[in-house]
Structures are given as structure tokens and as C-alpha cells.
């Protein structure tokens, strides 16, 4: 009689009569182990040799990132370098003479410092002489806003990366790494490739930001403040040279230096009116009109600069003569104190800067003493 089970049990098969059950030896369990360590390990080796192998490629592709990179910076900086080198700029026998005591100081491992108002030609002298040495050059422009981490670098972003690997088809691989994106501040690229920095009216960035420049100029070191790099700081590469420019304290916007930094630099003041003839040489360079036309603008402006001059006033500097001599030759403006057009263009350049000398003036009551002025010859 056949035995009856409830519907919805289970079927249970239960071993034949006279069935053995075989259960592995010892041995052969040590060998089933001994194999899947093996494969474990082999697994292992394989993953890391991959890990090494992409490795060896990510280092490759830096390595040769930052080769293009660098053949990249030099040929930009070059062709940068040419175009520094202005076809307007006039060297001058003075502007020669300081020029040649700037770089007697630079070469000597010791950073110059133009001081003076605006307009007299520091950026351009900076330049000029940082155009003369083989090497790159930066400009910076100082501002109330710049922090260390514009100099120092700092977070721009993310990256990540994914890696999934099936190599081995039992086991399913998923590595994913999100990494904080740097990006270097351009006093550390100008520091550690050796360029020339051109720190244009430094005196406009806070003093605190400015004390980066401590170190650099005395040890030699540039600290990296508050970054998360693996160095705490960035030699200073031996061809590293620097050229500051300001603007007189009482100028706005700006900040006075700390004395510890001013000590450090070796400052030449550059004054507008130190040199008539200086001014005189440029005009004359810079447009192509006569002796005697250029001699016309630069003694007006001179005569209006030493009004200014008794009211403690600054003045128009060198660009108003500049600007008068160029837009008179363009449009063909003859430079007398009897043309009409050329009255009223010297009226335009230099009344809004002559009200300012004379507090309660009106730009309409400068211009009249702008006339005044060149008619008298």
C-alpha cells in the first residue's frame, strides 16, 4: 500500500536502503582550500597588477601633460614677452639710466620698487625691464579683493572616477572616487618656474595678503598657508625676480605698506615734472610732429601742472601730453594756439583734471584757464 501524504506537504526523499553517504577527506578539504586561496590570490595579484598598470599610465599621461604643459607656458610666455615689448615705448636717456640701476638691483637678488603718481610710466618701465631677461613674465594686479588664495591657489571644483571590473566573472568590482579639484595661485607658478613678476600698484591689496611676500623675499620660501597640500611650502626658484609699482598714499583705494615689506624693496620715486626733457623726447617719439609742435604741448601742460602744483594738487601727468600729440596728428589737427580744433582738444583732455586742482571750479572755468594758458604762447 503506497503511503499517502497531505496535498501542500513537502516531498522529502529519503535515502535509498543500503545508501552511503561519502563526506570529503581531510585531504581533499585541505586541497579545495588550498586551491581557492590560489584563486583568491591570483585574483589579488591580477587586480593589482591592473592597479599598477593604470597607474603607470595616469603617471605617464602627467608626466606628459606637464611637459606639453610647460612647452605650452614658455611658448605663450615668450610670444606674451614680445608683445610686452611696445612699439610705443620710448627709452629715453634717463629712462635708460634707471632702467640700468633696476636691473643692477634685480640681478643682485634684491626686488625694485617704482613709487609715484599717475601716469608717469611705472607699469611701463616695469615691463620694459622685465621684457630685457629670458624668461617668462607675469603681471599682477593688486586690488582690495585679492586673498591668499589667489596667489597661494585654491578648491575650483571636483572630480571623480569610476572603475567597474568583471574580470573575474563571479565577483563584480564597483570603485568610485570623487576628488577636490586644485588649482595652483600665480604667485606659486611665478615662484617655482622662475619668472619675472610685475606686482602693478601693490599697495592697492590688503597689507595682510601682502605678507606672503615676507618669506619669499627674505628665506626664500613661499609658505602655503591654509592649503591642503602635501608641501607646507615652495622654494623660490634662483630666478625668480619681482618689480613692484604704487601710487602715493594719499591716493584712493590706497592701503599704506607695512614697513617690514618696504624694507625688503629698494624704492625709486619717479616724479611727473622731474624732467621736461624726458617728457619732451617722448612726444616727440611717440607722434610724428616737429620740435617745435611738441615743445607747444609739453610746456602747456607744464604750465598747467605747476598751477596745480601751488594748490598742492598733482596735475595732469605724461599721458595728457601724450594724448594731446597723438589725436592732433590723427586727424590731422595743426598744433597751434590759434586753431580753434586745437583748443578745444586741449580744452577736452586737460579741463576735467584741472577742475580738480581747483576745488569749486567747474570744468567750464578750467577750460577758460586752459585757453588762458595757451594763448599766451
Not at 503506497?2 to 526523499?13: C, D, F, L, Q
Not at 563584480?172 to 600698484?201: H, I, M, P
Not at 576745488?359 to 595757451?374: H, K, N, P, R, W
Amino acid at each position: 500500500m503506497s503511503e499517502r501524504r497531505k496535498i501542500g506537504s513537502p516531498k522529502v526523499n529519503k535515502p535509498k536502503t543500503g545508501e552511503r553517504k561519502t563526506y570529503p577527506s581531510a585531504e581533499e578539504q585541505k586541497r579545495k582550500q588550498t586551491k581557492s586561496k590560489k584563486t583568491e590570490q591570483k585574483d589579488q595579484q591580477q587586480e593589482k597588477a591592473k592597479e599598477n598598470i593604470q597607474q603607470k599610465k595616469e603617471d605617464s599621461k602627467n608626466i606628459k601633460q606637464n611637459n606639453q604643459s610647460q612647452d605650452s607656458i614658455t611658448s605663450k610666455q615668450r610670444e606674451h614677452n614680445r608683445n610686452v615689448d611696445m612699439a610705443n615705448f620710448v627709452e629715453t636717456s634717463k629712462i635708460k639710466e634707471i632702467s640700468n640701476r633696476s636691473k643692477m638691483y634685480l640681478e643682485a637678488g634684491y626686488p625694485v620698487h617704482f613709487i609715484g603718481p599717475a601716469g608717469v610710466g611705472k607699469t611701463s618701465l616695469a615691463l620694459h625691464i622685465a621684457r630685457q631677461y629670458d624668461q617668462p613674465i607675469m603681471l599682477l594686479q593688486g586690488n582690495h579683493e585679492m586673498s591668499n588664495s589667489d596667489l597661494l591657489g585654491g578648491m575650483t571644483g571636483y572630480t571623480s572616477s569610476k572603475v567597474i571590473d568583471n574580470y573575474v566573472r563571479a565577483v563584480y568590482k564597483k570603485q568610485e572616487e570623487v576628488n577636490e579639484k586644485w588649482s595652483k595661485g600665480r604667485l606659486v607658478e611665478a615662484v617655482k618656474n622662475g619668472y619675472t613678476l610685475v606686482y602693478d600698484e601693490f599697495t592697492r591689496s590688503r597689507p595682510e595678503t601682502n605678507n606672503l611676500f615676507l618669506s619669499v623675499l627674505e628665506e626664500g620660501i613661499l609658505p602655503l598657508y591654509g592649503t591642503k597640500q602635501n608641501e607646507s611650502f615652495v622654494r623660490v626658484h634662483p630666478n625668480f625676480k619681482v618689480i613692484f609699482t604704487s601710487n602715493p598714499e594719499e591716493y584712493a583705494g590706497v592701503y599704506e605698506s607695512q614697513d617690514a615689506l618696504l624694507d625688503r624693496l629698494i624704492t625709486m620715486e619717479l616724479d611727473a615734472g622731474h624732467n621736461s626733457n624726458t617728457e619732451l623726447d617722448i612726444v616727440k617719439e611717440r607722434t610724428d610732429i616737429s620740435d617745435d609742435e611738441a615743445e607747444l604741448i609739453v610746456n602747456l601742460v607744464k604750465k598747467i601742472r605747476q598751477r596745480c602744483a601751488e594748490e598742492d594738487e598733482q596735475g595732469p601727468s605724461y599721458r595728457a601730453s601724450i594724448m594731446i600729440s597723438e589725436i592732433a596728428a590723427k586727424n590731422d589737427i595743426s598744433i597751434r594756439s590759434s586753431d580753434e580744433d586745437f583748443v578745444r582738444l586741449c580744452k577736452d583732455v586737460l579741463g576735467a583734471v584741472v577742475s580738480k586742482c581747483f576745488e569749486g571750479d567747474s570744468i567750464e572755468e578750467a577750460e577758460d584757464m586752459v585757453e588762458e594758458e595757451l594763448r599766451k604762447g
